[in-house]
């Protein structure tokens, strides 16, 4: 009840494409749905978050899509560049007295000039 | 601002030893969490302390340990090292609560030969 699935694994889109990575919860105690960046030899570094308050979050080409009553959430990012290539992981946290992010199996994207 | 760092980046080990690593997280943060990641497990958590108290434990056996000091420095311990401990260990800092962004550092590598 605490994974947190992604999919697909792997992505090869074109620049200029939309890429969409998907991950889906079964725990409905989770509050907090942030999505990370990592480049090889970096640590991830948080790209955008949301809560299930709201049904969509958009910051520039990167946009959440949340849907609570398919314990689902997705990234797409629009007008995919060769510099978004990197893996990416979702996560989900269920807030409290706590940091502890339960983290998807990650996607490594790949986006070809 | 100064971001989280983590020392050393890299430690080469033998089966059996121990190590400590070391993260300074940001100043003024006072939650420190550690990783775990590998290409099979992907990313997993390990613990979190915050104001000097351990107050979350990822499922990892207690050869794994660590601390924070009035500083908000932490360090984690790895005692009678396997094969299996090679990975990448990446401390995580944020503000206080899971409602705050968790900035990770680069990570120390490890390989337990």
């Known amino acids: 009840q605490q994974q947190v699935k992604q999919s697909p694994q792997s992505l090869i889109v074109q620049k200029g494409g939309i890429s969409i990575i998907n991950c889906a919860y079964e725990n409905t105690a989770f509050d907090y749905f942030p999505w990370y960046q990592q480049f090889p030899g970096k640590g991830p570094a948080l790209l955008i978050a949301?809560?299930?308050?709201?049904s969509e979050k958009k910051e520039g080409r990167f946009t959440i899509s949340f849907n609570k009553s398919a314990k689902q959430f997705s990234l797409h990012i629009m007008d995919s560049q060769p510099g978004d290539s990197a893996t990416y992981f979702c996560a989900a946290s269920n807030g409290g007295a706590t940091n502890k992010l339960i983290f998807g199996t990650g996607t490594l994207l790949a986006v070809q000039p | 601002k100064a971001g989280v760092t983590q020392t050393p980046r890299y430690l080469i080990k033998t089966r059996g030893q121990q190590v400590t690593l070391s993260c300074s997280p940001i100043s003024g943060h006072r939650s420190v969490s550690w990783y775990q990641q590998t290409p099979g497990q992907g990313l997993q958590f390990l613990f979190e302390y915050f104001s000097e108290t351990q107050r979350n434990k990822g499922n990892f056996p207690g050869r794994f340990s660590g601390r924070q000091f009035s500083n908000s420095r932490s360090e984690m311990n790895v005692s009678t090292l396997e094969l299996g401990d090679s990975a990448l260990y990446l401390c995580?800092?944020?503000?206080?609560?899971?409602?705050?962004?968790?900035?990770f550092g680069p990570g120390t590598r490890l390989t337990v030969l």
């Open positions: 995580a800092s944020s503000l206080t609560t899971s409602t705050d962004t968790q900035y």
């Open positions: 949301i809560r299930p308050d709201v």
